[in-house]
Every structure is written in structure tokens, then in C-alpha cells.
DNA sequence: TTTTAATATCGAACCAAGTTCTATATCTTT
DNA sequence: AAAGATATAGAACTTGGTTCGATATTAAAA
């Protein structure tokens, strides 16, 4: 697969731990903690209709499909994609997830 | 991290793009190719406020942490951690991310 | 000590996403 | 010809997620 990405995650967890560990033992403060982790996240930008019938194509699954992947209606994919709906929050979290990672990061 | 999982990520991914190859050859129509990607998806079931609770803490993030990296509002978290909203759809998924594979699968 | 900042609870109000339903249409399969 | 998968369309409904202001506690910085 994507080994790069892979990668990636596994060297954030890694730092994750070990920050978790300065700061269980005081080296570094909350503050310190919640800005490393905002720098940590994939940005989450917003998707037009087109944008997410196209990455659902590149998955090569049906609305249905990937509705089940992201844990929705088939109604709701078909919405986004004519426009009707537009995804926000935690969904924008899963379709950014998917963009960059492909849908078995969310299987 | 969790190679276990990690490999079952993989391994699914490598047989889905061989099914999407059968399937492209006729091998096998959309009905199979549907009940496999069900039987793919990893279960997503509800959470009770203390479960959330749990799994935030035991990530060892802030709720303001915790919603950064489901992309809601910190306020959102603290109403599901009180049971005031439960969360559904899109975000039972990340939750469920999260329980099985940890922070890093979302990040 | 004082004060600043982070963390978390509480209650209220608003908006829109997501759901559900029915109907229609196309295409493939049997 | 029949059955099923896929997708569009529109409507009504429910509730999750947001935002705001206020309060309280704790830890860090002045």
C-alpha cells in the first residue's frame, strides 16, 4: 500500500507517545500538548458535488457502497453529490480521511 | 503500532482491488461486490456517554483535543460525554475508528 | 500572591445535515 | 419479460452540531 503514509502515522504515534510521556512526567504543560497536536492533523477542506462524485469514482464503489463505508444513507451520497447536502464535521473528517488515504483507512 | 490491524487494513485493500478486478472483468457482479464490502466494514456500534469518556481518556487528549480531531466543536464532545447529544452516522464511524484502531487512524 | 489560561459543566436557541419515504428512470442480469 | 442494482428527484421530519454566555476548578505564569 501507501507506505509513506504509513509511515507518517506511525512516526506521529510515536511522538504522540513520547510527548504523552514529557508531559505525564511534567516536562511540558496542556498548552504545549493541544498545539502539537493541532499541527499533527490533516487539514480538513471542504468538498464540492463534483469533488466527492470523483473520489467516490476513483474508489470504484457505488453510492451505496459508500454510504456504508461512511456510515450513511445511500440518500445522503447521492445529495452531496447533486449538491442538495453539503458534509460538514465529522464528515468532512471521514472524506478527507478517504481522499488522502483511501477508503481502507476507514474500513 | 498495531500491526495486527495494520495488516488486516492491507490485506482487505490488496483483496478489494482484486475483487475490483474481477469485477471489471465480469468475474463478479455489483450484488457479491456489495456483500463483500459489508463484510468488510468494521462494526459500528453505539456509544454510551461513559464509553466516550473512556475512550477520550484513554487517549489521553482534552475534550478541546478530542473534537480537533473529530472536527466538531469541544462543546460537541462535552455534550456527548454528558449524554445531552448523542452522536450518529458520520460520527460513530470516527468513534468507532478511534475504539479499534486508536487516534492516529483519524489524524 | 495575583492573574492568566486551560479545562469542563450548564442551559438556551438556531440551523442544517442526515433520515426516511415515494416515485421515476436506466441498465444489467436472469 | 421480470427482477434487481444504480441513481435522480422532492418532500417532511428529527436531531446532531454549533454558538453564545455564564460559572467553576485547576494549573501555570506574572
Redesign the pocket.
Known sequence: MDKVKTYKSDAFAAIHETMSGMYDA?VI???T??QFDEACLTPVQAFSPTEI?ALREREEV????F?LYM????????????G????????LKLLSLVKQKGLAAIS
Do not use: F, H, L, Y
Open positions: 511534567g504543560g496542556k498548552k500538548m493541544r462524485k457505488s453510492q451505496t457502497v454510504a456510515n450513511v444513507s445511500k440518500d445522503s451520497v447521492s445529495q452531496w453529490e447533486r442538495i447536502k453539503k458534509p460538514a464535521g465529522p464528515t
